[in-house]
Nanobody, 119 residues
Framework: QVQLVEFGGGLVQPGESLRLSCAAS????????MAWYRQAPGKQRELVAH???????DYADSVKGRFTISRDNAKNTVYLQMNSLKSEDTAVYYC?????????????WGQGIQVTVSS
C-alpha cells in the first residue's frame, strides 16, 4: 500500500498564497503520475493540475498562471503552489499519485485538505 498524507491547507485572504504538500510513503517508490483535484461544496470533483514523471504539466483553465504543481523525488512529495488565491478556489483539495513499488502499481489518494479563501 502507498499512503498519501497532505499538509498545508488553511484559511487565507484573497490574493494570498498557500502551498499544499502531499507526501507518499515508501522508500522504493516511483511516482509515475501526480495530480491535484478539488471539490467545492455542492460541486463535482475537478482536476486542478497534473504532471507526468517526464515533467509535463497541465492545469485547469481556472488556475493557469496562478497554480504550479511540482515534485521532490528525494522526499516522495508532490506540491501545489497556489498564488493569487480567489474565493472560488475554496474547496477540499485531494492529491492523487499513480506509482510503482518494485513491480506493483498503485493508484493512491490523499485524505483531502481544506483550503478556504475568504476576507
Amino acid at each position: 500500500q502507498v499512503q498519501l498524507v497532505e499538509f498545508g491547507g488553511g484559511l487565507v485572504q484573497p490574493g494570498e498564497s498557500l502551498r499544499l504538500s502531499c507526501a507518499a510513503s515508501g522508500s522504493i517508490l516511483t511516482m509515475n503520475y501526480m495530480a491535484w483535484y478539488r471539490q467545492a461544496p455542492g460541486k463535482q470533483r475537478e482536476l486542478v493540475a497534473h504532471r507526468t514523471s517526464g515533467g509535463v504539466a497541465d492545469y485547469a483553465d481556472s488556475v493557469k498562471g496562478r497554480f504550479t504543481i511540482s515534485r521532490d523525488n528525494a522526499k516522495n512529495t508532490v506540491y501545489l503552489q497556489m498564488n493569487s488565491l480567489k474565493s472560488e478556489d475554496t474547496a477540499v483539495y485531494y492529491c492523487n499519485v499513480k506509482s510503482t513499488v518494485l513491480t506493483r502499481h498503485y493508484d493512491s489518494w490523499g485524505q483531502g485538505i481544506q483550503v478556504t479563501v475568504s476576507s
